[in-house]
C-alpha cells in the first residue's frame, strides 16, 4: 500500500545548525512526492516539489529511490523556519505523513 | 484573485445541531477535498471528488457528507454535531490536468467547537 513516514514528530535544532527532516515512502511506481509546510497561523501550503528539482527558502530534497526516502534539509537553520512539514506522495490522490513539528531554537 | 474560501472560520455549536462547512474556489480545479486537523496534527482525508456529482470518502470514516453540484463549490455537512466532532476542517482543491505538479491549495480552515 502507499504510505508515507515521517518518524520524527517533533525536531528541535539550535538556529545556525543543520536541519533534515526524514521522509520515507511505500510506492510500487516512480513516486511524485513533495513538502508542505504550515507556518503558525497561516495555510498549509506547498514548500517544494521533487519533479521541480528547487530550491526554496534554503530547503533542498532529494529523492533517493534505493533509501525510498524524500528527506528535507537546510544547511543553516533560521528561526522563522520554525513550522510543521508534511511529506506528500501523489497516488490518485495526496497523500500525507503524519508531519514533523520543526523548532528552531535561540 | 483565484483563491479557495471556507467559511465560516470559527464555529461554536451545540450538541445535536446540523451544520454545513462551505468551501468554494475560484481556481477552475477540478478535485477538491475536505481533510480533518486538530491543531499542529496530521491531516486526515475524510472526502474528496473529482468533479462535479463525484465523491468519495477518504482514509478516515467520518459522520459528516458532501456534495458537488457545482465545479466550485464543495460544502461539508454533519447532520447532528457531538463533541468528538470538534476539530479543524481544511477545504483544498488541485488541478488534475497537471497530474505531474499537482499542487494542493488549502484554504484558511474552519475551527469547529461542539458543546
Known amino acids: 500500500a502507499q504510505r508515507v513516514t515521517q518518524p520524527e514528530k517533533l525536531l528541535s535544532v539550535f538556529k545556525g545548525a543543520p536541519v533534515e527532516l526524514k521522509c520515507n515512502y511505500s510506492?510500487?511506481?516512480?513516486?511524485?512526492l513533495f513538502w508542505y509546510v504550515q507556518y503558525s497561523r497561516q495555510r498549509l501550503q506547498l514548500l517544494l516539489r521533487h519533479i521541480s528539482r528547487e530550491s526554496i527558502k534554503g530547503f533542498t530534497a532529494d529523492l533517493n529511490k534505493g533509501e525510498t526516502s524524500f528527506h528535507l534539509k537546510k544547511p543553516f537553520a533560521q528561526e522563522e523556519d520554525s513550522a510543521m512539514y508534511y511529506c506528500?506522495?501523489?497516488?490518485?490522490?495526496?497523500?500525507f505523513g503524519k508531519g514533523t513539528r520543526l523548532h528552531i531554537l535561540p | 484573485e483565484a483563491d479557495i474560501y471556507q467559511t465560516p472560520r470559527y464555529l461554536v455549536i451545540g450538541t445535536g445541531k446540523k451544520i454545513t462547512l462551505e468551501c468554494s474556489q475560484t481556481m477552475g480545479h477540478d478535485k477538491m477535498y475536505w481533510y480533518q486537523q486538530d491543531p499542529g496534527m496530521e491531516l486526515h482525508l475524510i472526502h474528496y471528488s473529482y468533479g462535479v456529482n463525484s465523491t468519495e470518502k477518504g482514509d478516515l470514516s467520518s459522520e459528516s457528507t458532501v456534495s458537488r453540484i457545482r465545479t466550485e463549490h464543495f460544502p461539508l455537512t454533519l447532520e447532528s454535531a457531538r463533541p468528538s466532532h470538534t476539530s479543524q476542517y481544511l477545504c483544498?482543491?488541485?488541478?488534475?490536468?497537471?497530474?505531474?505538479?499537482?499542487?494542493?491549495?488549502f484554504g484558511p480552515g474552519t475551527r469547529l467547537t461542539v458543546l
Open positions: 483544498a482543491s488541485s488541478d488534475a490536468q497537471r497530474e505531474r505538479y499537482n499542487e494542493q491549495f
Open positions: 510506492y510500487s511506481g516512480s513516486p511524485e
Open positions: 506528500a506522495l501523489l497516488d490518485d490522490k495526496i497523500i
